[in-house]
């Protein structure tokens, strides 16, 4: 991740004093770097290294030292003057000889220098092995020689340079060299040289602008302090360039010519859809499935209107089980969106208007992340609810726009996916690190927080996120979206009536705003956390240093505060039409519109609700009345009694199910321990019963047959003596 406020700020001041001092460079962007002196001899631009010359270039010279460098890192910047006052004076120098005073440095000794932006070329400097900025390696035929990690001194490298040097011209180098120091133009005391007699006329105006140029460096113009003010203000600044071109795959032919649904078999499935990047919107169905025959129609009209714009098949999973089975077909009918290797799964309504609404987005979509300006944003706010937006800059790479391009698919349905580099929106959205992503809906910006380039290239955590706040801020909740609104979520759900139109629209502005209110809330304290979470982590590094203890030095600063909001359960706010859902309303919550509009507070994981405040009055669509109640219902445990959404015995088995579901192991040792309690309670009863009556027959025997210890009567009642 890239921060320019004071990396670039160096920066900013050169190529400002530069625009200063040439107006050409105003008129001509592409224009190469200007020539430099050295000794009072010219020196050409350092040679650029990039993805498309590497292979080439590293091949023409049998030496080539290359410096690898991001433009942001505080090192790199330290250490360029070194790196180009090293590459000058050598350049300049002679060999020692006979012979050899005319000799140019570069062909006598075929060694060059050369530099390579990491930021631009990461994958390239990924195959290098670079793991830290800056590292400069000595390249014998393609091949590393020497690498040198760090901004080091002058000498380090020359003495990398001499030996290589020496190995390739033997006994043509200096005893010792007096070494130039940093941002010289010569190894004499003046800083710059003035040129020789036998120099061109013709090259000292550029002799001189170079001049001016440094003294602009040294010392900005006004010109150069006021756009360098500029940019401090900004937050940002901003380069020139072109960014990769990603090209998108298009269709091999034009879609669906003939407007109709075509019947797709495993061996055409694999030559039209897998083998191919064309889009495909396909349904997967059975003959005798009652609600494939009910959506036939509408599917049928989908595929004409279609025609030209988006291919759309089907698959008889009777005939074609095995297909079926590859594709993952849980049921019927099951409909997927397709592009080559990835496939999005339709799970909205199946309504003729859904479909075509879907696919057009799908159409959209699948073309690829449009680039947009900051004109074409704000028309774009006035259509969509909610825009996904990634900021990216010149230091972007390559594997950024590939992750970026893997991530459209899934938001087919649910939001606009743009990329810009606008400095307008920059500084709109107070962007200053690249590349960045957030999420506008009506016009609120809601920012994905890691910042970290592995972070900015993990498409599933970025998908996770992005399902989070996908939703607008108040959305109207349907049959295609209840379950996504509802699910895992505790949802602030206002029962509007449209028909009164005027108290609708003054409903939905304090829903609105009671909304908006609540984020602002959750992110203050959201950052209070965190804050409080390094203070402590400083507290413990404090403490151990006070102690000198070297071990929990180290594990305070190996603490990592990972906090995201989206793990946390969310407040959701959303309206549902009372009207149109009047009989679903009454029979979960009690609830009449026609009593006046209502707004609940939904638990649907925990099936319970509230509504009313901690008066006991009703709770309306008013944010005061919202926002009271909502702080007293999310503490844990919430200071306001519930009501269920279920009677009570089926409470008593969803919350056995719940446990089972969130607990699996403690609620099945649980099961087995009292099981196992009961088997044996049970057992030691039987026992205890089959033993009581073997003692009692027992007795009755010897009573039958135990005669009178001192006589009494018979059988007959006569006396036994």
């Not at 060999?95 to 220098?113: H, I, K, L, V």
Request: hydrophobic share 35%.
């Amino acid at each position: 991740m890239r921060w320019h406020n004071l990396s670039f700020l160096f920066g900013a001041a050169s190529l400002a004093a530069t625009v200063a001092a040439s107006p050409a460079a105003d008129s001509d962007d592409d224009a190469p770097k200007e020539s430099t002196y050295f000794n009072q001899k010219k020196v050409p631009p350092m040679l650029e290294l990039t993805s498309d010359n590497w292979e080439k270039e590293a091949n023409a010279s049998k030496w080539l030292m290359v410096k690898h460098y991001s433009p942001w890192c505080p090192h790199c910047i330290d250490f360029a003057p070194t790196y180009q006052t090293l590459y000058e004076f050598y350049y300049t120098s002679k060999p020692e000889g006979a012979g050899n005073e005319d000799a140019d440095f570069t062909s006598f000794y075929d060694f060059r220098f050369a530099s390579l932006n990491c930021m631009a070329y990461g994958d390239l400097c990924t195959e290098h092995g670079i793991t830290s900025y800056p590292t400069t390696i000595l390249y014998k035929d393609g091949q590393v020689a020497e690498s040198v990690k760090g901004g080091k001194k002058m000498e380090v490298f020359s003495k990398v340079i001499e030996d290589a040097l020496e190995k390739t011209k033997p006994g043509t180098r200096p005893a010792s060299i007096k070494l130039p120091e940093p941002k010289a133009h010569g190894t004499e005391d003046s800083p710059l040289a003035s040129p020789t007699d036998n120099e061109p006329e013709t090259e000292k105006p550029a002799l001189e602008k170079t001049a001016t140029e440094d003294a602009h460096k040294a010392d900005p113009s006004a010109e150069a302090k006021a756009e360098i003010d500029a940019m401090l203000k900004k937050g940002f600044y901003t380069v020139d360039f072109q960014p990769p071109v990603h090209k998108v795959p298009k269709p091999s032919k034009t879609p669906n010519t003939g407007g109709i649904s075509q019947p797709l078999t495993h061996e055409t499935f694999q030559n039209l859809v897998t083998m191919t990047q064309d889009p495909w919107f396909i349904k997967f169905y059975a003959p005798w499935c009652h609600h494939c025959k009910a959506m036939a129609a509408n599917w049928e009209q989908l595929a004409r209107e279609m025609k030209g714009k988006l291919n759309i098949g089907e698959v008889n999973c009777d005939q074609e089980s095995r297909l079926c089975k590859d594709a993952r077909v849980q049921g019927y009918p099951s409909i997927v969106f397709f592009k080559g290797g990835e496939r999005v799964e339709y799970e909205g309504l199946r309504g003729l208007g859904d479909f075509i609404q879907y696919a057009e987005k799908a159409v959209d979509l699948s073309s690829g992340v449009p680039e947009v300006n900051a004109a074409e944003f704000e028309a774009l706010e006035k259509k969509e609810d909610v825009i996904f937006v990634y900021f990216y800059d010149h230091a972007t790479t390559s594997e950024d726009f590939i992750a970026l391009e893997r991530l459209p698919l899934t938001l087919i349905g649910h939001a606009k996916l743009v990329k810009t580099r606008d400095p307008k929106l920059y500084e709109r959205f107070k962007i200053s690190t690249w590349p960045r992503m957030l999420v506008s809906r009506e016009g609120r910006p809601t920012y994905y927080t890691p910042l970290t380039p592995a972070a900015m290239r993990d498409t599933n955590q970025i998908l996770k996120w992005m399902k989070s706040v996908w939703l607008p801020i108040v959305p109207e909740m349907t049959a295609a979206n209840a379950r996504e609104i509802m699910d895992h979520r505790m949802v602030v759900l206002a029962i509007l009536n449209r028909e009164d139109q005027e108290g609708f629209n003054r409903a939905q502005r304090e829903l609105r705003s009671a909304a908006n209110e609540w984020m602002d809330k959750q992110i203050q304290l959201f950052q209070l956390e965190r804050q409080e979470l390094r203070d402590a982590k400083q507290l413990r590094i404090e403490e151990a240093e006070d102690r000198g203890d070297a071990r929990a030095l180290r594990a305070a600063k190996h603490i990592r505060i990972t906090m995201d909001m989206a793990d946390r359960k969310q407040v959701t706010f959303a309206w549902v039409d009372g009207v149109f859902w009047q009989r679903w309303i009454k029979t979960t919550y009690g609830i009449d519109v026609k009593d006046g509009e209502r707004v609940i507070i939904n638990d649907e994981d925990n099936r319970r609700y509230w509504d009313q405040t901690s008066t006991g009055n009703n709770i309306v669509p008013s944010r005061t009345s919202i926002l009271e109640t909502l702080t007293k219902v999310t503490a844990n445990p919430p200071k306001l009694q519930p009501k269920l959404t279920i009677s009570s015995i089926e409470k008593i088995f969803f919350d056995i199910k719940m446990n089972f579901k969130e607990h699996p192991y403690l609620s099945t040792g649980c099961v087995i321990g009292i099981a196992f309690a009961l088997f044996s309670f049970f057992k030691g009863r039987l026992r205890r019963t089959a033993l009581g009556g073997a003692f009692r027959s027992a007795e009755d025997g010897i009573k039958e047959h135990k005669a009178p210890l001192l006589g009494g009567l018979g059988v007959n009642g006569a006396k036994v003596d």
